[in-house]
């Protein structure tokens, strides 16, 4: 997916800080590795995420979707040094890898994960959490919203990645496809909800930035 040029999107890239050598080496491993790739989020979407993430200073931190353990790895640099991330994945296979890695990175004792389907393990979890990442499947992206919201600490934020959907939100070819539809729905449902302030970024695949008032 490219909304600008790929000139620009280089330019972005040569201009926005190195996210080092592990990261690097955990991307390379993932694009060797492993199936559908292109799901990780990648050196300027991680930076984004650190960012956010070292604006807030979260004590509490819940993914849904860790994949193989990047995101994970880039909003934990945020963490406060007793803080916590609680990270959801369904996927067996990838436990290897985001241990491996996570244990490398130092912060492997601040990262928990919880193996299982989110929808079941969203209800077990207690809140408040500081920051909330929603990157899992997009089918359930709605209700992982609303049980979000319930975690949250009013003030704190919820990221939702994917939201223009490779720029089908707006494709008119792409109106009746189930996938974008339940995109449009949330954003919608977002836009409409008096309960938080949100902005839609342009990051990549669309990251919509959500605050609980
Ligand atoms: C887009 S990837 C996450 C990418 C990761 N956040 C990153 O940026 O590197 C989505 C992940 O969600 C997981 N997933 C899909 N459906 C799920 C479900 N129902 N419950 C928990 N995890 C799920 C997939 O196995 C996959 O690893």
């Given at each position: 997916m490219h909304f600008i040029s790929e000139e620009l999107e280089q330019y972005i890239a040569d201009h926005t800080s190195a996210q080092g050598s592990l990261l690097d080496e955990l991307e390379k491993e993932t694009w060797r590795k492993?199936?559908?790739?292109?799901?990780i989020s990648g050196h300027v979407q991680g930076r984004a995420l650190a960012m956010f993430s070292k604006m807030i200073s979260p004590q509490r931190i819940l993914e849904i979707g860790a994949y193989t353990g990047f995101s994970a790895l880039c909003l934990a640099e945020?963490?406060?040094?007793d803080g916590i991330l609680h990270t959801i994945e369904v996927?067996?296979?990838l436990c290897e890898m985001q241990d491996r890695f996570w244990e490398l990175s130092g912060k492997g004792h601040q990262i928990h994960r919880h193996l299982g389907e989110a929808l079941q393990i969203l209800p077990q979890l207690e809140g408040p959490y500081d920051l909330i990442f929603i990157d899992a499947d997009k089918d359930n992206y709605l209700s992982y919203y609303e049980m979000s919201i319930n975690l949250l600490r009013p003030g704190g934020f919820i990221l939702v990645d994917n939201v223009l959907w490779s720029g089908k939100v707006v494709d008119e070819n792409a109106q009746n496809d189930k996938d974008t539809i339940k995109m449009q729905e949330l954003n919608a449902r977002i836009q409409d909800d008096d309960r938080v302030e949100n902005l839609l970024l342009g990051i990549r695949d669309g990251i919509m930035m959500v605050r609980l008032r």
């Open positions: 492993v199936l559908v790739p292109r799901m945020g963490l406060r040094e996927n067996e296979e």
